[in-house]
Protein backbone atom coordinates (compact mmCIF):
# COMPACT_ATOMS: atom_id res chain seq x y z
CA UNK A 1 0.00 0.00 0.00
CA UNK A 2 1.38 3.40 -0.45
CA UNK A 3 1.09 4.20 2.95
CA UNK A 4 3.83 1.09 3.34
CA UNK A 5 6.05 2.54 0.69
CA UNK A 6 6.35 5.79 1.81
CA UNK A 7 7.38 4.22 5.81
CA UNK A 8 9.65 2.24 3.75
CA UNK A 9 11.18 5.35 1.41
CA UNK A 10 11.58 7.31 5.09
CA UNK A 11 13.62 4.48 6.45
CA UNK A 12 15.48 4.58 3.55
CA UNK A 13 15.95 8.20 3.99
CA UNK A 14 16.60 8.19 7.61
CA UNK A 15 17.54 4.68 8.82
CA UNK A 16 18.82 5.94 11.96
CA UNK A 17 15.34 6.39 12.96
CA UNK A 18 14.42 2.80 11.87
CA UNK A 19 17.73 1.30 13.96
CA UNK A 20 16.96 3.27 17.41
CA UNK A 21 12.95 2.32 17.40
CA UNK A 22 14.10 -1.14 16.63
CA UNK A 23 16.96 -1.36 19.15
CA UNK A 24 14.52 0.54 21.69
CA UNK A 25 12.22 -1.67 21.67
CA UNK A 26 14.63 -4.86 22.31
CA UNK A 27 13.54 -6.61 19.33
CA UNK A 28 16.12 -8.88 17.38
CA UNK A 29 17.60 -7.15 14.39
CA UNK A 30 15.56 -5.82 11.88
CA UNK A 31 15.01 -7.03 8.27
CA UNK A 32 16.70 -4.22 5.95
CA UNK A 33 13.79 -2.69 4.61
CA UNK A 34 16.17 -1.50 1.84
CA UNK A 35 16.11 -5.67 0.45
CA UNK A 36 12.28 -5.24 0.07
CA UNK A 37 11.41 -4.85 -3.90
CA UNK A 38 8.82 -2.63 -3.17
CA UNK A 39 11.46 0.10 -2.34
CA UNK A 40 13.05 -0.20 -5.68
CA UNK A 41 9.80 -0.93 -7.65
CA UNK A 42 8.80 2.60 -6.15
CA UNK A 43 11.83 3.90 -8.05
CA UNK A 44 10.80 2.65 -11.11
CA UNK A 45 7.41 3.48 -11.17
CA UNK A 46 8.33 7.01 -10.65
CA UNK A 47 10.72 7.08 -13.80
CA UNK A 48 7.91 5.11 -16.09
CA UNK A 49 5.43 7.49 -14.99
CA UNK A 50 8.04 10.80 -15.93
CA UNK A 51 8.75 8.70 -18.97
CA UNK A 52 4.65 8.85 -20.04
CA UNK A 53 3.99 11.57 -18.76
CA UNK A 54 6.86 13.16 -20.99
CA UNK A 55 6.66 10.77 -23.66
CA UNK A 56 5.19 13.67 -26.22
CA UNK A 57 7.17 16.76 -25.17
CA UNK A 58 7.85 19.05 -27.14
CA UNK A 59 7.31 22.46 -26.54
CA UNK A 60 9.35 23.73 -23.70
CA UNK A 61 11.37 20.63 -23.22
CA UNK A 62 14.04 22.14 -25.44
CA UNK A 63 16.43 19.18 -25.22
CA UNK A 64 18.49 19.16 -27.80
CA UNK A 65 21.69 16.95 -28.28
CA UNK A 66 22.52 13.66 -27.41
CA UNK A 67 23.07 11.87 -24.37
CA UNK A 68 25.30 9.05 -23.75
CA UNK A 69 23.76 6.07 -21.54
CA UNK A 70 24.59 2.58 -20.45
CA UNK A 71 23.13 -0.24 -22.43
CA UNK A 72 20.45 -2.34 -20.56
CA UNK A 73 20.35 -5.40 -22.38
CA UNK A 74 21.84 -7.91 -19.46
CA UNK A 75 23.55 -11.43 -20.25
CA UNK A 76 22.99 -12.93 -17.55
CA UNK A 77 25.85 -16.00 -18.10
CA UNK A 78 28.25 -12.87 -18.49
CA UNK A 79 26.51 -11.22 -14.95
CA UNK A 80 26.33 -14.11 -13.29
CA UNK A 81 30.17 -14.56 -13.72
CA UNK A 82 31.01 -10.91 -12.38
CA UNK A 83 31.41 -10.58 -8.81
CA UNK A 84 29.35 -7.79 -6.79
CA UNK A 85 32.13 -5.44 -7.09
CA UNK A 86 32.15 -5.29 -10.92
CA UNK A 87 28.26 -5.42 -11.06
CA UNK A 88 28.32 -2.47 -8.21
CA UNK A 89 30.93 -0.98 -10.57
CA UNK A 90 28.59 -1.04 -13.93
CA UNK A 91 25.56 0.11 -11.73
CA UNK A 92 27.18 2.80 -10.76
CA UNK A 93 28.67 4.03 -13.62
CA UNK A 94 25.43 3.75 -15.34
CA UNK A 95 23.62 5.87 -13.05
CA UNK A 96 26.36 8.43 -13.52
CA UNK A 97 25.70 8.01 -16.46
CA UNK A 98 21.98 8.76 -15.94
CA UNK A 99 22.91 11.76 -13.69
CA UNK A 100 24.77 13.79 -15.91
CA UNK A 101 22.18 13.46 -18.64
CA UNK A 102 18.94 14.43 -16.53
CA UNK A 103 21.58 17.21 -15.38
CA UNK A 104 21.74 18.59 -19.04
CA UNK A 105 18.26 18.05 -19.35
CA UNK A 106 17.31 19.57 -16.41
CA UNK A 107 19.40 22.99 -17.68
CA UNK A 108 17.90 23.15 -21.00
CA UNK A 109 13.99 22.79 -20.00
CA UNK A 110 12.04 26.01 -19.53
CA UNK A 111 8.77 24.26 -17.93
CA UNK A 112 8.64 24.19 -14.33
CA UNK A 113 6.62 20.67 -14.64
CA UNK A 114 8.99 18.89 -16.56
CA UNK A 115 12.16 20.57 -14.31
CA UNK A 116 10.37 19.17 -11.34
CA UNK A 117 10.18 15.29 -13.07
CA UNK A 118 13.44 15.70 -13.82
CA UNK A 119 14.53 16.44 -10.48
CA UNK A 120 12.54 13.64 -8.71
CA UNK A 121 14.55 11.36 -11.18
CA UNK A 122 17.43 12.64 -10.21
CA UNK A 123 17.04 12.94 -6.30
CA UNK A 124 15.95 9.34 -7.22
CA UNK A 125 19.32 8.29 -8.67
CA UNK A 126 20.90 9.62 -5.49
CA UNK A 127 18.71 7.79 -3.17
CA UNK A 128 19.83 4.33 -5.03
CA UNK A 129 23.52 5.60 -4.13
CA UNK A 130 22.29 5.61 -0.27
CA UNK A 131 20.40 2.17 -1.01
CA UNK A 132 23.76 0.51 -2.51
CA UNK A 133 25.82 2.07 0.28
CA UNK A 134 23.67 0.83 3.20
CA UNK A 135 23.60 -2.75 1.65
CA UNK A 136 27.70 -2.42 2.09
CA UNK A 137 28.36 -1.70 -2.07
CA UNK A 138 30.53 1.23 -1.31
CA UNK A 139 30.93 3.70 -4.10
CA UNK A 140 33.57 2.78 -6.52
CA UNK A 141 35.89 4.86 -8.46
CA UNK A 142 34.45 5.09 -12.12
CA UNK A 143 36.53 4.45 -14.71
CA UNK A 144 36.79 7.28 -16.99
CA UNK A 145 33.30 8.40 -18.99
CA UNK A 146 33.08 5.60 -21.76
CA UNK A 147 33.82 6.55 -25.44
CA UNK A 148 30.70 6.88 -27.31
CA UNK A 149 30.07 3.33 -29.52
CA UNK A 150 32.10 1.40 -27.00
CA UNK A 151 30.72 -2.04 -25.80
CA UNK A 152 29.17 -0.95 -23.03
CA UNK A 153 27.29 2.56 -23.47
CA UNK A 154 25.08 4.04 -26.72
CA UNK A 155 24.17 7.13 -27.71
CA UNK A 156 20.32 8.47 -27.46
CA UNK A 157 18.79 12.29 -28.94
CA UNK A 158 15.23 12.64 -27.60
CA UNK A 159 13.95 12.38 -24.02
CA UNK A 160 11.58 9.88 -24.35
CA UNK A 161 13.83 7.60 -25.43
CA UNK A 162 16.22 8.77 -22.58
CA UNK A 163 13.60 8.09 -20.19
CA UNK A 164 13.15 4.96 -21.43
CA UNK A 165 16.57 3.64 -20.87
CA UNK A 166 16.38 4.41 -17.27
CA UNK A 167 13.11 2.98 -16.96
CA UNK A 168 15.10 -0.56 -18.36
CA UNK A 169 18.64 0.12 -16.66
CA UNK A 170 16.40 0.64 -13.36
CA UNK A 171 14.21 -3.23 -14.11
CA UNK A 172 17.28 -4.68 -15.49
CA UNK A 173 20.77 -4.22 -14.20
CA UNK A 174 19.84 -2.28 -10.51
CA UNK A 175 17.28 -4.67 -9.99
CA UNK A 176 19.65 -7.90 -10.62
CA UNK A 177 22.19 -5.95 -8.12
CA UNK A 178 20.17 -5.73 -5.63
CA UNK A 179 18.02 -8.21 -5.75
CA UNK A 180 21.51 -10.50 -5.08
CA UNK A 181 23.30 -8.34 -2.84
CA UNK A 182 25.19 -10.09 -0.02
CA UNK A 183 23.18 -8.21 2.58
CA UNK A 184 20.42 -9.20 1.12
CA UNK A 185 20.62 -12.94 0.76
CA UNK A 186 21.68 -12.95 4.35
CA UNK A 187 17.99 -12.22 5.38
CA UNK A 188 16.12 -14.83 3.18
CA UNK A 189 18.09 -17.72 4.77
Not at 40 to 56: H, N
Amino acid sequence: SKSELDFITHLIEKPSYWLEWWAGRGLPSPVRPICDPRVLDRFIMEARDTETALRGCKAGCGVTGTFVVPLTNVDFVVWETKDTEEQALEVQSGMSLFGQALGAVRESVSRVAVQILIDNNKSNIHSLGQVLRSLHIQDLPLPPAPAVGDLVTRKVSSLSELLHVHTNFLRGKVRLLLTNAPACQQNST
